[in-house]
């Protein structure tokens, strides 16, 4: 079966400045994605960035990017010049292969304050 | 393009009550999933259509939950009789082929 975990419940961070979420996975596939997903109080799953597990460069979108550590299975996002808006819950999710239902982390609710 | 729709966004039942969610998937997305998500924690399948036939549905309560997707097209999923435990977003995603889900705005339900 897949986990996946998050350890940091709640985080805050400056406006400005940079913030790092931890997740860490477990699972007996080679081939998976991992992604990270931003949940707003509207409730609305927005995906912020994927890897794929058989690429070795760790992807990046704008003032996110992500180090992805596949032997320690561990897949962290860093926010840079964080802003007001990404306050949210953070959700780290894993899907073995197409077509299968995403596992996600319990989330981590995350501040940024002005 | 469209994003997936839900319907109602919120709704407030008393525990025993039923209800019943409505999801519109992007055109063309043949798989659709129904997760939960209780306060507090990430999203938790509940089950899977393939167009309208039922991939994975062992996680769905089935002496209260049911589902159906008729014409592999809009889906809803019922509870009947609810419970308090039953409180939590109900979250409707859909997905061509590939990897990347979609997902609705969800429907917040309150048990009381």
């Known amino acids: 079966a897949q986990t996946v975990t998050q350890s940091q419940p709640e985080m805050s961070v400056q406006e400005a400045e940079t913030v790092t979420l931890s997740c860490t996975y477990d699972?007996?596939?080679?081939?998976?994605?991992l992604f990270w997903y931003k949940q707003p109080p509207s409730r609305q799953m927005i995906l912020v960035i994927r890897?794929?597990?058989?690429?070795?460069q760790n992807a990046t979108e704008n003032r996110f990017s992500v180090n992805f550590q596949k032997a320690a299975k561990s897949f962290s996002l860093k926010i840079s010049d964080s802003q007001l808006g990404d306050t949210a819950m953070y959700f780290c999710?894993?899907?073995?292969?197409?077509?299968?239902?995403?596992?996600f982390g319990k989330g981590t609710r995350l501040s940024v304050i002005a | 393009e469209a994003g997936v729709a839900q319907s109602p966004r919120y709704k407030i039942i008393e525990k025993r009550q039923s209800v019943a969610f409505w999801c519109n998937p992007i055109s063309g997305h043949a798989t659709l999933y129904w997760y939960q998500q209780i306060l507090g924690q990430g999203p938790k399948l509940l089950i899977q259509?393939?167009?309208?036939?039922?991939?994975?549905d062992s996680q769905l309560p089935k002496d209260r939950f049911s589902a159906e997707r008729l014409k592999g097209v809009d889906s809803t999923l019922k509870i009947q009789p609810a419970k308090l435990e039953d409180s939590a977003v109900y979250l409707c995603a859909t997905q061509p082929p590939g990897y990347e889900q979609y997902f609705g705005p969800g429907t917040r339900l309150t048990v009381t």
């Open positions: 890897q794929e597990a058989y690429k070795q």
């Open positions: 699972t007996s596939e080679n081939n998976y994605y």
């Open positions: 259509f393939q167009n309208n036939g039922v991939v994975d």
């Open positions: 999710a894993l899907v073995n292969s197409g077509n299968t239902p995403l596992v």
